[in-house]
T-cell receptor
Framework: AQSVTQLDSHVSVSEGTPVLLRCNYS??????LFWYVQHPNKGLQLLLK??????LVKGINGFEAEFKKSETSFHLTKPSAHMSDAAEYFCVVSGRSGGGADGLTFGKGTHLIIQP | GAGVSQSPSNKVTEKGKDVELRCDPI?????LYWYRQSLGQGLEFLIYFQGNSAPDKSGLPSDRFSAERTGGSVSTLTIQRTQQEDSAVYLC?????????????FGPGTRLLVL
């Protein structure tokens, strides 16, 4: 079975400083990994995804993530935080069982707070 | 183009009543997924369809929950004899096909409150 652990429930950074949201996964097969963002009262939006191509993945709004198989990690980073980045971020692994063609498995989420 | 749409956006019902939630996927997407988002459980997968077929219903929380999809498009999630613990936001997503590499696009959700 697949699982995802987001290591921080809340992260607070100052505007203009780097952002790091940590994620570790467990998968019985070669997974696809995603980061989704959810702004208050808005739907889930895909930030970026890894599907076994390049291990460094670039997404929207300046975010990127690096797939590290040896560490089973998929941390999300951004060089400089903006006030509009304040939201809930979900690390997600594909599938619940072997094959991964079914539903996504979500982490508990990290609430990102941007201090002015 | 149009994204995934869901209706109603909000639903308040009394304990014991049945409710139907509707999802309209992105045109041309053959795979459709239902999830539930609640404070206690986070985001949990319920069921998915490839075409009109639901290969795995084990994610449904109880036999009061059922879902169907007809014509390879619109899907309805039905909750019978609603309970207070069913209160949550029900999210629908669709993708081009059921595959671990395909992006799932989410709708805005239906917020269900059971009194």
């Amino acid at each position: 079975a697949q699982s995802v652990t987001q290591l921080d429930s809340h992260v607070s950074v100052s505007e203009g400083t780097p952002v790091l949201l940590r994620c570790n996964y467990s998968s019985s097969y070669s997974p696809s990994l995603f980061w989704y963002v959810q702004h208050p009262n808005k739907g889930l939006q895909l930030l970026l995804k890894y599907t076994s191509a390049a291990t460094l993945v670039k997404g929207i709004n300046g975010f990127e993530a690096e797939f590290k198989k040896s560490e089973t990690s998929f941390h999300l980073t951004k060089p400089s935080a903006h006030m509009s980045d304040a939201a809930e971020y979900f690390c997600v692994v594909s599938g619940r069982s072997g094959g991964g063609a079914d539903g996504l498995t979500f982490g508990k989420g990290t609430h990102l707070i941007i201090q002015p | 183009g149009a994204g995934v749409s869901q209706s109603p956006s909000n639903k308040v019902t009394e304990k014991g009543k049945d409710v139907e939630l509707r999802c309209d996927p992105i045109s041309g997407h053959t795979a459709l997924y239902w999830y539930r988002q609640s404070l206690g459980q986070g985001l949990e997968f319920l069921i998915y369809f490839q075409g009109n077929s639901a290969p795995d219903k084990s994610g449904l929380p109880s036999d009061r929950f059922s879902a169907e999809r007809t014509g390879g498009s619109v899907s309805t999630l039905t909750i019978q004899r609603t309970q207070q613990e069913d209160s949550a936001v029900y999210l629908c997503a669709s993708s081009l096909r059921a595959s671990k590499v395909e992006t799932q696009y989410f709708g805005p959700g239906t917020r269900l409150l059971v009194l």
